[in-house]
């Protein structure tokens, strides 16, 4: 017989003086666990440290800001640990910094900085205002009227802060009307920021007035459904916000 001719021969493994078959080699598989569904005491300490950061008046002063972590573990009630891990995130996310053998301090940015955030929130707000036009419906953007409804003549001046969170929430409102989940997960994080700097610029100088009169014509070019109109205008209000701070906000320097 030629030897061509004999089939090859399965490769074998020894075992205790025994001859066997070759099994299959498995695909590697990560080794999972179970995931526990109640939010874990980090995150419940990196939702209450960021909701605190953000309501701050962080800009008021130039004094640094330094977070305690063993005083926050004990006001929390819970180990250093989870707080140690929050303040690792918060710190990624540009809120926090840790400076070695002085401890973690509130993020304050740059002039320079607030600016570029601005202008990354130009294109994104302008962009979801088109969307809206498009997309919403009329009760929708009727709801964005109401929301400046109790503010008339001195109402504004008169409340300003009330103002200055109804103003925030117009925008981020519009954000979400949008629709694009992908724009809305991009903007979250990026107006959390702003909104420190906005509560701090709508007091300086005309920024009210001229807020009031940008919101009015932004609605009614979305009532309208004028998409060309509401994107420029409201692409126009943020980088007004963005000359306002290159020119005012000394503060940041």
Known sequence: MNTRDIPPRRATVRASGATTARSPIATPQPALAPIDATPSFKHKAYAALKNAIVAMDIYRNRDDIRLDERKLAQDFGISRTPVREAMAQLESEGFVRSVPRRGIYVVRKTKTEVIEMITAWAALESMAARLVTQTATPEQIAALRKMFATFEGDQVRAHLDEYSEVNIEFHQSIIKL???????????????????????????????????????????????????????????????LAEHVAQYADYLD
Do not use: C
């Open 178 to 240: 949008s629709g694009n989940r992908v724009l809305i997960e991009m903007a979250e994080n990026l107006f959390t920021h702003m909104r420190m700097i906005r509560r701090k610029t709508i007091v300086e100088k005309d920024r009210v007035d001229r807020s009031i009169r940008d919101h009015m014509k932004i609605i009614e070019a979305l009532e309208a459904r004028d998409t060309d109109r509401a994107e420029v205008l409201v692409r126009d209000h943020a980088l007004g």
